[in-house]
């Protein structure tokens, strides 16, 4: 079982930057693929970003094309904790963004993740 705390949404001007965190529980965090997810009013959830830890200092990501080149996203498996930092926001980004946790190898597809948490509120104001 792994719980999962997001922080970090808030309020921000177009072109600004946010940095969410996403901590979480258990003792098998290194081996969970983690993504980001976010979801806007009338609109379906979609896939952000994901991280998967590859061993040593090699990790696999991958990103929507919306927020390539915008987004990054890292882990520190020592703390638990995701990251994703978000650079040149655009009132688009705006959404609930949701950390999930796949046991597996991880994809972009919202079922693959089994673990989810409650969501941090993202507001970019043009």
């Known amino acids: 079982q792994v719980q999962l705390v997001e922080s970090g949404g808030g309020l921000v001007q177009a072109g600004g930057s946010l940095r969410l965190s996403c901590a979480a529980s258990?003792?098998?965090?290194?081996?969970?693929?983690m993504g980001w997810f976010r979801q806007a009013p009338g609109k379906e959830r979609e896939f952000v970003a994901s991280i998967r830890w590859r061993g040593g200092s090699t990790y696999y990501t991958y990103y929507a094309d919306s927020v390539k080149g915008r987004f990054t996203i890292s882990r520190d498996n020592a703390k638990n904790t995701m990251y994703l930092q978000m650079n040149s926001l655009k009132p688009e980004d705006s959404a609930v963004y949701y950390c999930?946790?796949?046991?597996?190898?991880?994809?972009?597809?919202?079922?693959?993740?089994?673990?989810w948490g409650q969501g941090t509120q993202v507001t970019v104001s043009s």
């Open positions: 258990g003792r098998t965090f290194s081996s969970y693929t």
């Open positions: 999930a946790a796949d046991p597996s190898y991880g994809s972009s597809a919202i079922g693959a993740y089994d673990y």
